[in-house]
């Protein structure tokens, strides 16, 4: 709903963007102080010009995965130095590094450490509080692809309270693991997923609002995928077969 001026005439659009510049003239600051509708016109021209710049200063900020892979140093050397250089005059993106942190902070506390249940508890980044494994992955469908060259598997496995869902889609160069944990007492909401293959982190997710993941992979060797909640839980999928 348009804001009625109060004290007519209104202000010009060309007032307005004067006074959002700071050059608006004595008449026109006196308007504003006096007219409660103007000033509301005002302020939504300064909250879409806010909103606009900042998107025009992220236009050329590297995806947040890509900066998840600089952090744990799994970037090429030459993508790894963009991203380096980019970091050192983008405050926004630096502030995204940031929240990265809870998972690099070394848990040292041996009470939390001893609530692993199993001794071989692989060297995930973040040492696990307690260690879920998921023991059995069953096939829920399987769908050939409308370009009649990829094939969707779809897996569920359960662990405690969470379950996963997977989809790995073959294409015609590697295949991409997509994933979703649904849990009734534990949120996994910004928790960190790694995907290991061949015995090396391959990749690394950071989970989403719906607690959703996905990783675009090289080849179709069997991965291992350890997920850890900021609460210190991991579930664990080891030794999965992309295809059957």
């Known amino acids: 709903m348009t804001e009625v001026c109060s004290a007519p005439p209104p202000l010009s659009d060309e007032a307005l963007s004067l006074a959002l510049d700071g050059l608006a003239d004595e008449a026109t600051l006196k308007h ?5 509708g103007c000033s ?7 909250y879409l010009e806010d909103a606009l710049m900042t998107r ?25 130095a963009e991203v ?40 995930v980044i973040r040492p696990p509080r307690q260690y879920w494994q998921v023991t059995e992955v069953t096939m829920t469908g399987t769908l050939r692809m ?26 015609k ?30 990749r690394v997710h950071v989970l989403d609002d719906m607690c959703e993941f996905n990783f675009d992979l090289a080849d ?3 991965v291992s995928l350890f997920i850890t909640a900021l609460s210190g839980v991991t579930v664990a999928i080891e030794k999965l077969s992309l295809i059957q």
């Not at 025009?56 to 790894?80: H, N």
């Not at 380096?84 to 848990?107: G, I, K, M, N």
């Not at 910004?190 to 090396?200: I, N, R, S, T, V």
């Open 173 to 202: 160069q590697g295949a991409r693991l997509k994933g979703q944990v649904i849990d009734t007492t534990v949120d996994w909401a910004g928790a960190l997923a790694e995907l290991w293959q061949a015995g090396m982190m391959r």
């Open 40 to 46: 509301t016109r005002l302020a939504d021209m300064k």
């Open 84 to 123: 380096r250089l980019h970091l050192a005059r983008c405050p926004r993106c630096q502030d995204e590094l940031a929240l990265l942190d809870p998972f690099l902070t070394d848990v040292t506390d041996t009470a939390q450490l001893a609530e692993v249940e199993r001794s071989d508890a692989p060297n």
């Open 56 to 80: 025009l200063e992220r236009f050329d900020c590297p995806p947040a995965q890509r900066l998840v892979d600089y952090q744990f140093g799994i970037l090429d050397a030459t993508t790894a």
């Open 32 to 36: 504003l102080a006096a007219c409660h």
């Open 220 to 222: 179709e060797s069997p």
């Open 146 to 171: 409308a370009r009649g060259l990829d094939t969707e598997t779809e897996r569920t496995g359960h662990a405690r309270s969470a379950t996963v869902y997977l989809e790995a889609e073959l294409r």
